[in-house]
Every structure is written in C-alpha cells, then in structure tokens.
C-alpha cells in the first residue's frame, strides 16, 4: 500500500525559506502525478502545487511564484521549495497522488511561519 511521510517544515520567520520534502513508497511514483496540500488552522485541506509524471506543473494563485514543486523519480522524493513565505502559509503540509488521491495520508509536517 502506498507510503508517504513528509518532512521538513519549521518554524521561520516571514520572508524566510523552507524545502519540505516527501518520501513516497508501495506505488508507482514515477507514472503518477503528485501534489502539495496544506492545512492552515480552521481551514479545508487544499491543493498548493502539483507536478504531472512529465514534469508539468501548476500551482495555486496563493502560492504561484514563491513555491516549486519538483520530483526526483530515482529518489521516489517529491519536494515544495517555499519562498518569501507569509504568515497566511502557516499550516500542515501533506503530499499525495493527485489526482485519485490515497486514502491513507501521512502525517504532515508543520510550517509556522511568524510575523
């Protein structure tokens, strides 16, 4: 079954930097397109940045020209390089398959991100 843990999040300071990583295993990484989710406190979980298996990527508008998402098929590894990050980014980052995401999640990682 599929596996996925991220790692990688912090605590940073507005304008700051971070580069979560997603370790994935019990599937096909390489044929599938995987995304970038986030929840921020009393927020629906919502899709920040997906990469099809050719590379293509598309990202929120809240998000588009901070965040890249990049994959590494040898490694199974997805990874989200944040920039300029703004307190409204505080939340827990997930990845998964997208679309037809996996039932079972990870446990997501934590972005605090303080004024």
């Known amino acids: 079954q599929a596996r996925l843990r991220e790692s990688g999040g912090a605590l940073v300071q507005a304008g700051g930097s971070l580069r979560l990583s997603c370790d994935a295993s019990g599937f096909n990484f390489r044929i599938n397109a995987m995304g970038w989710f986030r929840q921020g406190p009393g927020n629906q979980r919502e899709l920040v940045a997906r990469?099809?298996?050719?590379?293509?990527?598309d990202y929120a508008d809240s998000v588009k020209g901070r965040f890249t998402i990049t994959r590494d098929n040898v490694r199974r590894t997805l990874y989200l390089e944040m920039k300029d990050l703004k307190v409204e980014d505080t939340a827990v980052y997930y990845c998964?398959?997208?679309?037809?995401?996996?039932?079972?999640w990870g446990q997501g990682t934590q972005v605090t991100v303080s004024s």
């Open positions: 990469i099809s298996s050719d590379h293509t990527t």
């Open positions: 998964n398959r997208n679309p037809m995401e996996f039932p079972s």
